[in-house]
């Protein structure tokens, strides 16, 4: 099952539109069948560069192509860039090379090669369409849709992450087999069940200087998610509406800061009690310091899981000591 598509791309942006863009694209270029034995994940921590080349020269023992995922690419050296130059001049016709990453500073070396071999994708993380129509598009291959009111309580619940908005619209799929739409209360139900925290939780743990209730919905987060990337999304997400919600209702009042950021009726209570409780000091201090550990978390020069529980502990403590994070 070959396709005429690039033998080089590079995925950058929001994981979940990224995984989408790659899956859709591994479909072009491997049958079903192929996919077990060709669709072959590497990362670059755990494999030189000269070994991915060797293998991409070999003919795959089964199926007619290979592709090969590859992660953590930003630690590709300028003498590692020049190993894949030399192949992209003369490379295989089966072999396929996938790169992916969350993002990638504009002066890196892969670029370049990109650029005169490949094809760049960005998934903007603020690319809601994009998401949500993914998301309808499983939906409606499946024969079923759901009301207005049932995606608006997934959205609030899951922050806005697409990737916990599709699990619960996949586990709803599954158990759903009625005609009719899928409603709220189903809704209700499956979040009760597989979702006992969201970040609205974390920032009011955090508001109430509650640091052990804050790291009980963090880790609850953080097993979910299997990784501190989407929780750092997640919590910068939060944090950012309740900052623009104090700009809104400075500025055109408090009914239509609601109605502007789509708050739920039953969210209302808390999000404006934390909208109040926030200072924009503590916000915006809060989102540059989430910046600063994002980068080194993607970098390597942090343990993930313990940076962000000493985060949200002096964030949940007191305002002064955010200061002093990271």
């Known amino acids: 099952m070959r396709s005429d598509s690039s033998h080089l791309r590079l995925f950058v942006g929001d994981l979940f539109l990224r995984k989408k863009k790659i899956e859709h694209t591994i479909q072009q270029i491997l049958s079903s069948e192929e996919r077990a034995f060709n669709l072959l ?3 670059l921590e755990t494999i030189s560069v000269e070994n991915l080349v060797m293998q991409a020269r070999s003919f795959p023992m089964l ?7 590859v992660r953590s690419f930003e630690r590709l050296k300028k003498e590692n860039v020049l190993l894949l130059e030399a192949y992209f001049e003369n490379p295989t016709e089966w072999s396929y090379f996938f790169f992916e990453s969350d993002q990638v500073e504009e002066n890196h070396p892969l670029l370049k090669l990109i650029t005169r071999f490949g094809e760049r994708f960005d998934c903007a993380p603020n690319d809601r369409k994009t998401g949500i129509d993914f998301i309808h598009q499983k939906l409606k291959s499946g024969g079923q849709t759901i009301t207005k009111e049932a995606w608006q309580f997934l959205e609030e619940k899951t922050g806005g992450d697409f990737t ?5 619209i996949e586990k709803l799929m599954l158990y759903w087999d009625q005609e009719k ?3 709220v209360e189903p809704a209700r139900k499956l979040v009760d069940e597989f979702l006992r925290f969201d970040t609205f939780d974390l920032t009011e743990a ?3 200087k509650n640091p052990s209730k804050a790291l009980q919905v963090f880790r609850y987060l953080y097993e979910l998610e299997g990784t501190a990337v989407p929780v ?8 950012k509406r309740i900052w623009q919600a104090k700009i809104l209702t400075q500025e055109r009042g408090e009914r239509e800061m609601l109605k502007f950021l789509r708050i739920s009726p039953y969210r209302v209570p808390t999000f404006l009690k ?3 409780r926030f200072s924009f000091h503590t916000l915006e ?3 540059s310091q989430l910046f600063q550990i994002d980068w080194k978390l993607k970098t390597g020069q942090m343990n993930e899981q313990i940076v962000l529980e000493a985060f949200i502990v002096k964030l949940a403590t007191s305002e002064k000591s955010l200061l002093r994070t990271a």
Do not use: H
Request: with cysteine; charged share 15%; proline share 3%.
């Open 41 to 43: 994940k590497f990362d």
């Open 63 to 69: 199926g007619r192509a290979q592709v090969f995922l």
């Open 164 to 168: 916990l908005l599709d699990a619960c």
């Open 181 to 183: 739409p899928i409603d």
């Open 206 to 208: 955090i508001c109430e």
């Open 232 to 239: 750092i999304g997640l919590l910068n997400w939060q944090l």
């Open 274 to 276: 934390q909208v109040a």
């Open 285 to 287: 201090q809060a989102i």
